[in-house]
């Protein structure tokens, strides 16, 4: 299953509303999760299962979408939040599992 | 705090072999599915292998099925990676990577890698 992210890079400013679409080349059901990753660091995991927000994530951040199209919303965005998104689909726990290619948030 | 040491990594000839290990810590290890990630030079993330907690099902990368196998030991707290006929393509960063639970979904911990670098 291969999975594909729009837009590949993004310029946005502070209080923006983000949107990231991922797309999957198969349905996936809603095995699909987002990561938050800056430089130096392990990527973060910010959504599991479609839309289900990881314990201690800003509730900015959320995710929608089934089958084979997905989105990650940053509904204000923050400082902090400039960095690369990745998805990753585990369709119904079974491997093997893949990564976007990535979106990167930048400052406009 | 959870803990994950990789080692094993190192400059390697095509067609060699080498075997990474990760040293788990800081959590019940043999509650969770464990995984290899791998980020290739400018590249992003690409998912190698993972394996359940009890070993009943392991996965594999189409880019590397049939030269990598993923193992663990719970006993010591201890997942590996065996990897054979190395390619220079298989040069990367390494990360051990803890999943969020008990089979092969999400993830929420990382290693720090070891390089890897398969060159003659």
């Known amino acids: 299953i291969q999975l594909t992210q729009s837009p590949s890079t993004l310029s946005a400013s502070i209080g923006d509303r983000v949107t990231i679409t991922c797309r999957a080349s198969?349905?996936?059901?809603?095995?699909l999760g987002w990561y938050q990753r800056k430089p130096g660091q392990a990527p973060k995991l910010l959504i599991y299962?479609?839309?289900i927000l990881e314990n201690g994530v800003p509730s900015r951040f959320s995710g929608s979408g089934s089958g084979t199209e997905f989105t990650l919303t940053i509904s204000s965005l923050q400082p902090d939040d400039f960095a690369s998104y990745y998805c990753?689909?585990?369709?119904?726990?079974?491997?093997?599992?893949?990564f976007g290619p990535g979106t990167k948030v930048e400052i406009k | 705090e959870v803990q994950l040491v990789e080692s094993g990594g190192g400059l390697v000839q095509p067609g060699r072999s080498l075997r990474l290990s990760c040293a788990a810590s800081?959590?019940?290890?043999?509650?969770?599915?464990m995984h290899w990630v791998r980020q290739l030079p400018g590249k992003g993330l690409e998912w190698v292998s993972g394996?359940?907690?009890?070993?009943?099902?392991?996965g594999y990368a189409d880019s590397v099925k049939g030269r990598f196998t993923i193992s663990r030991d719970n006993a010591k707290n201890s997942l590996y990676l065996q990897m054979d006929s190395l390619r220079p393509e298989d040069t990367a960063l390494y990360y051990c990577?803890?999943?969020?639970?008990?089979?092969?979904?999400?993830?929420?911990?990382w290693g720090q890698g070891t390089l890897v670098t398969v060159s003659s």
């Open positions: 990577v803890k999943d969020r639970g008990s089979v092969l979904g999400v993830v929420t911990s």
């Open positions: 800081g959590f019940s290890f043999d509650d969770y599915g």
């Open positions: 394996i359940t907690w009890n070993s009943d099902r392991m």
């Open positions: 198969q349905s996936i059901s809603k095995w």
């Open positions: 299962d479609a839309s």
């Open positions: 990753q689909q585990y369709n119904d726990y079974v491997p093997p599992l893949t």
